[in-house]
């Protein structure tokens, strides 16, 4: 096969920026098909990924769980996720094209017969459809299921770890374990099957979109790099907030809490985006040694219980509808201490940032759903004015919107018409018009087209879901040890008071975001 | 808002566009300019146009259409805040002030960001040189769109400057990106192309030219054949002929050596599918500039075949 090896793809070309990548022949796999994800995101984004012609002619998708089903019941229920949840317009001929290479396999987790038809359907599939042999394994099920999926697609032979000729990828969702000893035990489980490329650990929250946008503004741009440190940056705010409560996820959630549901992940991998230094390339892995340097660098507060809050939300108006506190919810202890507000402030020393706190907080059913990045930067040194001129004048701040409409807010002073001299703080702001039809993917198409394509995630490896839980660990273990109950917040508002004493401590604010 | 202002000039344009975003109370912050050419009697759907080519980048959009009335004069019309995050302009011209356009559409464009132009219809024989060509970076016309399709994409080929592109070209990338895949997975030396498509067709010229231009073999092209557009791209090999066919437009078969043969839905897309893949980039496309040179080749060595028998 040397002469395929050396062969370059005459039809290929750097230049050719509009020709997208189709991944290769394959078959993906899904565990958990029954899940709320799978059928609201999962399915919907294969299908938008056919519909945009990025997937391969033969492709293949099962199904496995423990359901008495026929194929026809499981196309079915691909057929209307796709239909009710798809961003793209339904197509016929699309759909005839993903049904050739449905398939269902029923079973259950500890039966070895159950994964021997999987691997019997996966070989008729390579026949059928021409997979080609490759794999892509995706675990939409609660973490205790993971050994021993894994270590069944081991003992039968499904996981090819040193095959050269196919692949076999495996993805797995958050929460990647609950402190540090548990991702450790989670990493020792998946890497003794998969290779660390072959693993893709998914947050949800953070696309690729989101990564690259923030890259682009901090690496393409000259105007922010000089003020990016310490001289200029005064604190960093990181929100994300969710109007939401727990919902149907009160199972998840009990026991879990705000920091490690979001902290862990998804706002410590914004701190990383923020405070690392630049890649030498937007390689998969120059940029994880860069977020790992910084995450290495970052540690929690010295002194916890004034640097840290956490709150559970109380019964309220939110947003004009009464809602429940989270004592009362459906399957929640009515003793439990799970915080659904956490704010902590984190350090990272290195030269480029001591002295200026991050701030992260994370909490449920807030005013409203926002997730973003606030640098606030210091007052000028100097101000040419008199007290009065400048009473309403803030500092400068730099926002990196996340979510719901990603853009770019800038504060500044600028002088109010028609006083003498009375300068006030003004927003200007950027965002790229909201996308449609086909533009933008959904950050799950991504997600499957770069584990089809075998494209080095972006997503966190292993050591940077450990640097994170050693930041979080020792907060945890702190508010574990002071057995009390989290201070309440009324629903629809910005959180308890501790919050706010907590960053009043430094003299600073919150943002309203 | 709509805001019409009639017999107007470029101040009077502009103030009225100042004091509409004033009124509303938003800072401009758009991405690009873009002028829209078009017919009087496609106007409604030139509009519709714009606004699906808005709603992905925050732009200006200019939409230029000649009017019937005899006095010299234009007449704007201003969109704001409606459903598109950018603003629509649309001009009438009437009189001789048709043949100076460009002296109006010069001072409504973005103070120092890109310039596209993209004519709906009917396309100057020189985009490039065409005044309102000229203010733009980025020149997008359609062969398909003209009565003659194979003789407008041979036009635009011989007069290709860089910034030109031709929705033909847009249209091919899901072939293109079908074909390019095929390849990597049969990574193996191509001997022969086979290229077949309906009457009149561009897209299959411009195609037959990019696959030529690449591979470095003659590329047979048949035309008339039964179905819509392109109908169908065979690759020999050593081994056997990686080919793709597709009859109704929707759905194509997929085959190659030693696999089962597979469907795979390749459907024609429409044009606001279309002109959102062309502002993605607007940067010269290198590609498209080689394909139109090979393209011209091809032409040139038919043309010589004839004069000869």
């Known amino acids: 096969m040397t002469e395929a090896n050396d062969f370059v793809n005459p039809l290929r070309d750097p230049q050719d920026r509009r020709l997208p990548r189709i991944a290769g022949p394959c078959a993906l796999v899904l565990f958990g098909v029954t899940g709320d994800l799978a059928r609201k995101k999962l399915m919907p984004a294969v299908y938008d990924l056919a519909n945009r012609g990025l997937l391969p002619p033969g492709f293949g998708l099962i199904g496995f769980a423990r359901r008495d089903w026929e194929q026809e019941d499981f196309a079915k229920i691909v057929h209307d996720s796709v239909k009710e949840r798809a961003r793209t317009p339904f197509r016929e001929e699309v759909w005839k094209q993903l049904l050739e290479g449905i398939r269902f396999v029923p079973g259950t987790f500890d039966s070895d017969e159950s994964f021997e038809t999987l691997k019997a359907t996966l070989d008729d599939l390579d026949r059928a459809q021409g997979t080609g042999g490759n794999h892509a394994f995706y675990l939409s099920i609660p973490p205790k299921a993971f050994d021993q999926v894994i270590s069944m697609l081991k003992k039968h032979g499904l996981a090819k770890r040193d095959n050269p000729q196919a692949w076999s990828r495996v993805v797995i969702e958050k929460p990647f374990g609950n402190d540090l000893a548990t991702a450790q035990e989670l990493e020792r489980q998946v890497s003794s099957v998969f290779h660390s490329e072959s693993v893709f650990r998914i947050d949800h929250y953070l696309g690729k979109e989101t990564v690259q946008n923030l890259l682009a503004l901090r690496f393409a741009n000259e105007l922010f790099e000089p003020i990016w440190n310490r001289s200029y940056v005064d604190h960093v705010q990181i929100t994300m907030a969710e109007d939401i409560g727990i919902g149907g996820r009160a199972g998840y959630y009990d026991g879990v809490g705000a920091a490690r549901d979001v902290i862990q992940n998804h706002l410590l991998q914004l701190l990383a985006l923020t405070a690392m230094e630049e890649p030498t390339s937007f390689d998969a892995d120059q940029l994880r040694t860069e977020k790992k340097k910084v995450l290495a660098a970052a540690r929690p507060p010295k002194d916890m219980a004034a640097h840290t809050a956490r709150g559970q939300y109380l019964a309220g108006w939110a947003g004009g509808k009464l809602v429940p506190g989270y004592l009362e919810e459906d399957g929640i202890n009515p003793k439990s201490q799970t915080e659904t507000y956490a704010a902590i402030r984190v350090d990272i020393d290195n030269r480029r940032w001591a002295g200026v706190p991050f701030y992260l907080r994370s909490a449920k059913r807030m005013p409203r759903r926002v997730t973003e990045i606030a640098l606030n930067l210091r007052r000028a040194p100097h101000l040419p004015f008199t007290h009065s001129d400048i009473e309403a004048l803030g500092s400068n701040a730099l926002v990196l919107r996340i979510q719901p409409d990603e853009g770019i807010t800038l504060r500044f002073g600028a002088k109010v018409p028609a006083t003498l001299m009375e300068i006030r703080d003004v927003t200007m702001d950027f965002a790229y018009g909201t996308s449609f039809a086909e533009s933008s993917p959904e950050a799950y198409e991504r997600l499957i087209l770069d584990v089809l394509l075998g494209d080095p995630p972006l997503f966190p490896q292993h050591e940077e879901v450990e640097l994170a839980w050693k930041i979080l660990d020792p907060i945890l273990d702190f508010w574990g040890e002071l057995d009390t109950q989290p201070e309440g917040y009324p629903s629809g508002t910005w959180g308890p008071s501790c919050g706010n004493d907590m960053l009043a401590r430094d003299g600073f604010v919150w943002r309203r975001p | ?309």
């Open chain 2, 1 to 309: 808002m709509i805001i019409n202002v009639r017999d107007t000039n470029a101040t009077g344009i502009h103030m009225a566009l100042v004091k509409a975003r004033h009124n509303i109370g938003v800072a401009s912050s758009m991405v690009f300019t873009m002028i829209v050419i078009a017919d009087l009697k496609h106007y409604d759907r030139a509009l519709e146009a714009c606004h699906d080519a808005g709603r992905e980048h925050p732009s200006r959009i200019i939409l230029v259409t000649n009017g019937q009335a005899k006095a010299d004069r234009v007449d704007a019309e201003i969109r704001l805040g409606e459903e598109v995050p950018g603003e629509i302009i649309s001009l009438k011209f009437h009189g001789e002030l048709v043949e100076h356009r460009d002296s109006v559409v010069l001072p409504l464009l973005l103070p120092d960001s890109p310039v596209v132009a993209w004519w709906r219809a009917g396309a100057p024989d020189k985009p490039g040189e065409d005044p309102l060509g000229k203010l733009a970076i980025r020149r997008i016309t359609d062969a398909m769109g003209s009565s003659r399709p194979l003789a407008a994409i041979e036009r635009r080929a011989r007069n290709y400057s860089p910034g030109d592109t031709d929705l033909t070209w847009t249209r091919l990338t899901p072939w293109r990106a079908l074909l390019a895949a095929a390849v990597d997975q049969y990574p193996s030396p191509i001997s022969e192309v086979r290229v077949e498509a309906a009457i009149n067709n561009a897209a299959s010229l411009l195609l037959s030219a990019w696959l030529e231009d690449r591979l470095g073999v003659e590329v047979i092209r048949t035309e008339g054949k039964k179905g819509i557009g392109i109908t169908g791209v065979t690759l020999v090999t050593d081994n056997g002929d990686i080919s793709i066919a597709r009859e109704d437009g929707k759905m194509a078969t997929f085959s190659a050596p030693g696999l089962p043969c597979r469907q795979v839905a390749l459907r024609r897309r429409d044009s606001n599918a279309l002109i959102t893949e062309e502002l993605r980039r607007l940067d010269v496309d290198d590609i498209f500039a080689s394909a139109m040179s090979t393209l011209v080749q091809r032409c040139e060595r038919m043309d010589a075949g004839k004069a000869t028998t």
